[in-house]
């Protein structure tokens, strides 16, 4: 269970200042990196909205289960797709995995895996608007939302998924440079290549698919 704790942005920079947060030779840095009152805000109204949808799929799971007569309905199919930091067609990549979900009348998740280069000490500002735009696009959506923390992105996806009872894998096709491909390793084909249990979809956001 997770217990949500409100709290005004500027009472928790100020506890901040108090080194209640971070210990005192970090806390300059800090403030000036990612606790700056524009993404604080930005996560309080995050934190706010998942409350508010969960309390919502909570009434509308007891109604369904009221209409079939005290039996939870079968839910044919679960999906999940990643949604990345960097990704500037991740909108369009969850618009598109929402409408699948509803063609299979699937639970879908939308998972973000924090690498240690993309925690919130070391993500530029812009990337991490970005991530929490996604997000809530994902909730608006009707996606479950989790966001997971690992060393090696393909495995915690697998992970999760096997975990989950997730079926299918959408992702999008990778736009990095080869050289950064090569250097970091491509996801998406690591992916297809280590999921053999699980039917990986790729899709393209120029209205081309491919999958396998």
Do not use: C
């Amino acid at each position: 269970q997770i217990v949500n704790i409100d709290v005004p942005v500027e009472a928790l920079r100020e506890r901040l200042r108090e080194g209640k947060i971070y210990p005192p030779n970090q806390v300059e840095n800090a403030l000036k990196n990612f606790f700056k009152p524009s993404n604080l805000a930005s996560l309080r109204e995050l934190a706010l909205r998942e409350v508010a949808r969960s309390l919502d799929r909570q009434r509308l799971d007891r109604e369904s289960i009221k209409r079939e007569g005290g039996h939870r309905a079968n839910v044919v199919d679960r999906i999940m797709v990643g949604v990345s930091s960097n990704a500037a067609d991740t909108g369009q990549l969850l618009r598109k995995a929402s409408r699948i979900a509803g063609q299979l009348n699937a639970e879908w998740y939308a998972v973000h895996i924090e690498t240690p280069s993309e925690s919130v000490k070391n993500i530029g500002t812009s990337d991490f608007v970005a991530l929490l735009d996604n997000i809530n696009v994902a909730s608006d959506l009707g996606a479950e939302t989790v966001w997971l923390k690992s060393d090696d992105v393909v495995k915690a996806l697998i992970d999760f998924a096997h975990d989950k009872g997730v079926s299918k894998v959408i992702v999008g096709r990778t736009h990095q440079p080869r050289w950064r491909r090569l250097l970091k390793g491509d996801v998406v084909a690591r992916l297809v290549a280590d999921a053999t249990d699980l039917d990986v979809e790729i899709v393209a956001t120029d209205e081309r698919e491919d999958s396998r």
